[in-house]
């Protein structure tokens, strides 16, 4: 069947699924939030959500979204999760960024542009149990349409076995569509996640793809949805196994100040930050992974 | 006199100037940290001297400096003063950069640069007394030269003759080389210091000129050099109003959140910070006006 040149039911199922990760993956976390005060003094966070918007510079809408961002938890000091759907006409810089060594010529000929995505970003209060970093999308223009996202693993303090179980469970998601996928996306997540001006890494990485598209939507849509669901699987489990580790004051340290890193690459190089803040996006959605607290020493 | 070409002599005095406001500022500042805890059981701050080198991408030296930090102070909280002079040949990137609208043919025929400056970040430690931000350059590539610089005030909680005060003394300052100046460079600060994606300034504004080349070098290093000294006449008695005003938690929770407004600007906008960390500088040292602190609620 010829797909509809405007992929009506494909950005449909795409927006849905992603409000889909949304929801459910503020249900797992206000959970784990629940239970890590249960039997205490203490009233556990809760997600607030609030409806975001986008603007053209000359004020006409370009869709928008729901935040939900759970602040001052125990364990979650602050964690963000968005779903957009933006659409628009592309301007030859955001253009040029987007396409970033695919040809541009039917995207200029039409430059009109959808994109729905979801992405997230925990920030935890307990030094040891590490940050992470979520995010799929799909991208359409009448010429061409594509999907990206990935997600990352930030810890302050870097322990193997996180590191290896993180990468394990993403290899398994990967490799159920393609066995090529795992050492791919790897390869480009260290390569996109790296603040060059540091010359390290931001994390011990995760996958990362961008400009997906096989030809066929149904198989990477299947993927991307794969890859929400490899998600808390392979973050879930880290969180359980950190969570009622004791920490120091030095530990504390270490955090504040590998946060003011994450807040670099974000507001230096992170390409989605870009897009969100040059697209007339609400400020405060797209910036909303930055830290509660950061520190430059 | 016909000019030397390579402007040999300009460049010392220029350097000389440079490391001659730093020392003066430091001299300046940890007098001002002594008296605010005379009496008291607190052991004031000092400067920190810490060598800077710049290296290109093969590793060639391209000059380096002196990066001098006071930190966790009683009244300053983290304070940065930056002397460096870099030197080396301007990639494609750089070029297009610092061109900014000037013909870049003759700096493409041979595009070696020089480059000398001093720049500061204060941060305070009470909310009440404003953070303030310093810099001049002299710049030289062999088809032009030119200084650049300015000052701007950053306070977390505005006060009306606080920011008149230090306006006025920059008034007074570029008044005596031209009576254009100050409504020029005036608002050239109010274009320059924006956070676009928030549609705010990041502060109260100041002065900020770069390009500035009248064709009489010596007049614009004179004033260049008034521009160093005024800096202190605006910034000093503003320090000496607020610094034994009391605050509350309400008040550095404002500052904290400035602060942030203060990092996103120099990370997503800031020339100088995308210049140095582009021409490989030492990191630590272009990131020094990082704030010690900050927040993002």
Known sequence: MKQDEEMHDEKRQAREWFVNVQESVCQRFEQLETDSVAGGADTPASFALRETSTRAADGSDRGGGVMAVMRDGNLFEKVGVNASTVYGVLDEDSLHRLAA????????????????????????????????????????????????????????????????????????????????????????????????????????????????????????????????????????????RRMDEEWMDADREKQLIHRGLYAEFNLVYDRGTKFGLESGHDPDAVLMSLPPLARWP
């Open 101 to 240: 060594g695919k040809s541009i010529d039917g995207i200029r000929n039409d430059p009109r542009f959808w994109a729905s995505g979801v992405s997230l970003v925990a920030h935890m209060r307990n030094p040891r149990v590490p940050s992470v970093h979520f995010n799929t999308r799909m991208f359409w223009t009448p010429s061409r349409w594509w999907f990206g996202g990935g997600t990352d693993l930030n810890p302050c303090i870097e322990y193997d076995d996180d590191t290896r179980d993180f990468h394990a469970a993403l290899r398994t998601c990967c490799d159920r569509t393609d066995g090529a996928y795992y050492q791919r996306f790897r390869e480009w997540a260290d390569r996109y996640f790296f603040v060059t001006h540091r010359q390290r890494a931001r994390g011990v990485g995760g996958i990362f793809f961008d400009d997906l598209n096989t030809g066929d939507w149904r198989t990477d849509f299947q993927f991307v949805q794969d890859v929400g669901r490899a998600f808390l699987k392979a973050y879930l489990p880290l969180v359980l």
